[in-house]
C-alpha cells in the first residue's frame, strides 16, 4: 500500500472521527426548547424530578453562545439548567401569579449542602414601584404581570443578608409562559460587593405540553463572585431545585451528598 494511500485513509478517518464528535460536542452546552428546539438536558417525566446539569468556568463565556430567547450574552460563571414536567390543570394565569406574588417567595426551603440540612432561602421579599428599595408595594396583579412593562422586586437570601434589587421580564401566550429575571442592584455583604448588577440571571420557560401537563425549563446563571462568597455547584442546584418546586407547585429531591463524601 503506497504511503499517499495511507494518508489518505487517515484523513477520511479523522474526518469521520469529528463528524460523529460534532453533535456531542454541540449538544454539550444547555439549550432551552426555544422555536422547537430539542431541550438539554431532556424533560424528566411528568411528575418525577427534574433533569438537571451543571456548567462552569470560562467555557461558558467561550464557547457556549445563550440562545436568542434567553436575552442573554456570552459570560464566564456558573450556569444550572432544569427541565422537567408537572401536572396542572389550570390555566397560564395561575401559573403567572405564583412569579407575581412575590410575598410568597420568603420561607422557600431548600437542602444545603453545606450544613446538611433544610435551611431557608429566601428570608425575606417584596415587590417595588420601580427600582426603588424604599418603594415597597403589594404584589403583582395578573394584569401587571401582562402588561409588558419591566417589573421590580426586592429579596434577601439567606447567605448575604442585604436586600437585591431584580428586574423581571415577562412575555405570555394562552399556551407559554416566559420570565426573565436578572438583578440590578449588586449582591454585596458587609463592604464587599460579591456580584455586580447583571451577575444574576434566571429564564423561566413552561409550556402546555398535553392536557393538564406542563413542560418547565429554567436556566439560572452566576457570574464570576467575590471569593468571599463560596456556594458549592450542587448548592446552585438545590437553590434553582427549590425554585422550580415552588412555581410548579410539586416536590423535588434535592442533591444530597453521599455520606462518603461529606
Known amino acids: 500500500m503506497s504511503l499517499r ?41 411528568p411528575g418525577g424530578t427534574p433533569n438537571y446539569q451543571v456548567w462552569s468556568g470560562s467555557d461558558l463565556g467561550e ?23 408537572f401536572h396542572y390543570s389550570g390555566n397560564v394565569d395561575g401559573l403567572l401569579s405564583r412569579f407575581g406574588a412575590i410575598s410568597k ?74 420570565i426573565a429575571i436578572e438583578n440590578v442592584s449588586p449582591v454585596q455583604q458587609f463592604l464587599f460587593t460579591l456580584l455586580r448588577p447583571g451577575d444574576v440571571q434566571s429564564v423561566h420557560l413552561l409550556a402546555r405540553a398535553a392536557p393538564n401537563v406542563w413542560t418547565y425549563y429554567g436556566l439560572a446563571r452566576t457570574g464570576v463572585s467575590s471569593s468571599f462568597l463560596e456556594v458549592k455547584q450542587e448548592s446552585y442546584v438545590n437553590r434553582a431545585l427549590a425554585l422550580y418546586s415552588h412555581f410548579t407547585g410539586t416536590l423535588s429531591a434535592p442533591f444530597r451528598q453521599p455520606e462518603r463524601n461529606r
Open 63 to 85: 464557547r457556549w453562545t445563550p440562545p436568542a430567547c434567553t436575552g442573554w450574552i456570552p459570560k464566564e460563571g456558573t450556569l444550572v439548567a432544569i427541565a422537567g414536567q
Open 105 to 178: 417567595l420568603v420561607g422557600i426551603q431548600y437542602w444545603s449542602i453545606r450544613e446538611n440540612g433544610w435551611r431557608t432561602l429566601i428570608t425575606s421579599a417584596s415587590a417595588l414601584d420601580g427600582p426603588d428599595a424604599n418603594r415597597p408595594r403589594a404584589d403583582f396583579s395578573i394584569n401587571e404581570m401582562k402588561s409588558g412593562t419591566d417589573l421590580y422586586f426586592t429579596e434577601t437570601d439567606n447567605r448575604t443578608a442585604q436586600p437585591v434589587i431584580y428586574r423581571m421580564r415577562v412575555k405570555v401566550t394562552p399556551g407559554n409562559l416566559a
Open 5 to 45: 494511500l495511507v494518508e489518505l485513509r487517515m484523513i477520511l478517518a479523522t474526518a469521520a472521527l469529528l463528524a460523529c464528535l460534532g453533535p456531542t460536542v454541540a449538544q454539550s452546552f444547555p439549550q432551552p426548547p426555544c422555536e422547537g428546539a430539542q431541550s438539554l438536558p431532556e424533560f424528566a417525566d
